[in-house]
């Protein structure tokens, strides 16, 4: 089987295909053929070599987390599902011992890692973490959920987000930004979301944005959104100098959920302006998987229509990568199996 491995950790250019032997599930195990796998900017960390997770003793390795396909086989002892399913994978890999895992949710057990194998034709993935796909739901539609669905969907959660809330999304263009966009949609919540790029904005017009901010200057839309409103909550996966924008925007007891670094990995913080203002900022990684399986229904059911910019073949792989490094897309980006 062909897989689209990382063999340099240079950027888009250190991906290549590569054979490797067809899998055999082991016990617990099944064999899933892709038939699409969505990209992450924790792959493109991950490329770049910027990931702890990841180094040059790793290579080559097959990254992709967000499986969506057929099972080929199953190993010994696996009931759940059976040769010719359509599935979905849930990335969390959790211990099932620890006190996280026996209390939940599963996300914060404190072994916590995710599944890396995705880019490739064929996945060898723990039974388990399996989610059933109903025929309406197509593969590269479920293959866009898993991270960046289920991060937007927990942390709104946690943001105790409701009808009639302003939900702050800066970057409101890549997967997690138009995931938490469409999903506060879905709860009856208006939103106000920023990007450095005015045609890309007019994109998420479409998928539901209330209110369009374009730049990058923290002063500028800090004016800009002060002028819609006071967020009731910010989705921040940016991190660097939005953490401090979104507080000082935000409503007296705000909620903000934070998720993500790319704008910087600190970030400075007004400490008189959160304890006065009784404002709350709480750290949030993925989710859990009956939360996965329950964006798959509200796919089934219509009343989510996940956002795919691009599709790519597996040989196209590193230009999936190029395009989410130049940061020409809206919504998520998926590699399918076709050629
Ligand atoms: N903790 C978790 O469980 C978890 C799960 C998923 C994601 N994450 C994190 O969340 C973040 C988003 O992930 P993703 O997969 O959604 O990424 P993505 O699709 O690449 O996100 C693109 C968005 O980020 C903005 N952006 C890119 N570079 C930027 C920069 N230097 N400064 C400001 N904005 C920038 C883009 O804005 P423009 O429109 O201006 O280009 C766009 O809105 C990443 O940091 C990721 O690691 C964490
Ligand atoms: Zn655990």
């Given amino acids: 089987m062909r897989a689209a491995a990382?063999?340099?950790?240079?950027?888009?250019d250190g991906v290549e295909l590569v054979d490797r032997p067809d899998p055999d599930p082991g016990r617990g195990e099944a064999v899933v053929d892709v038939e699409a796998c969505s990209i992450n900017r924790h792959d493109l960390w991950i490329l770049e070599g910027d990931s702890a997770m990841v180094d040059a003793d790793d290579l080559p390795f097959v990254s992709g987390l967000d499986v969506a396909g057929v099972v080929r086989d199953v190993g010994e002892g696996v009931?759940?599902?059976?040769?010719?399913?359509?599935?979905?994978?849930?990335?969390?890999?959790?211990?099932?011992?620890?006190?996280?895992?026996?209390?939940?949710?599963?996300?914060?057990c404190e072994n916590f890692s995710l599944y890396h194998g995705g880019l490739a034709e064929a996945a060898t993935v723990t039974a388990d973490r399996l989610i059933a796909l109903p025929e309406s739901v197509d593969a590269v539609a479920a293959a866009a959920l898993p991270t960046a669905y289920l991060t937007a969907h927990h942390m709104l959660r946690r943001a105790?987000?409701?009808?009639?809330?302003l939900?702050?999304?800066?970057?409101?263009t890549g997967g997690v930004g138009v995931a938490a966009v469409q999903l506060a949609e879905v709860v009856g919540a208006r939103t106000v979301g920023t990007s450095s790029s005015a045609s890309k904005l007019d994109r998420l017009a479409d998928l539901g944005l209330d209110h369009a901010i374009e730049g990058t200057d923290p002063d500028d839309l800090r004016e800009a959104?002060?002028?819609?409103?006071?967020?009731?909550?910010?989705?921040?996966?940016?991190?660097g100098p939005y953490t401090d924008l979104g507080l000082d925007v935000m409503r007296r007891g705000g909620r903000m959920v934070v998720c993500g670094?790319?704008?910087?990995?600190?970030?400075?913080?007004?400490?008189a302006d959160l304890f006065l203002g009784h404002k709350r900022v709480v750290g949030s990684t993925m989710g859990t998987q009956p939360e996965l399986a329950s964006?798959?229904?509200?796919?089934?059911?219509?009343?989510?229509?996940?956002?795919?910019d691009a599709t790519y073949p597996l040989a196209d792989t590193g230009d999936a990568f190029r395009a989410m490094r130049d940061r020409e897309s809206v919504g998520k980006l998926v590699v399918t199996a076709a050629d």
């Fill in 6 to 12: 990382f063999s340099e950790l240079s950027g888009p």
């Fill in 225 to 239: 959104v002060a002028a819609v409103g006071a967020p009731d909550a910010v989705i921040n996966h940016l991190g």
């Fill in 79 to 108: 009931t759940g599902v059976a040769p010719g399913d359509r599935v979905l994978l849930c990335p969390n890999r959790t211990c099932g011992t620890c006190r996280f895992c026996r209390e939940g949710p599963e996300n914060l």
């Fill in 167 to 172: 939900v702050f999304v800066p970057g409101a």
């Fill in 295 to 308: 964006l798959v229904e509200l796919v089934a059911d219509g009343d989510l229509s996940p956002a795919v």
């Fill in 160 to 165: 105790e987000v409701g009808p009639g809330d």
């Fill in 261 to 271: 670094r790319t704008a910087g990995g600190r970030s400075e913080i007004d400490i």
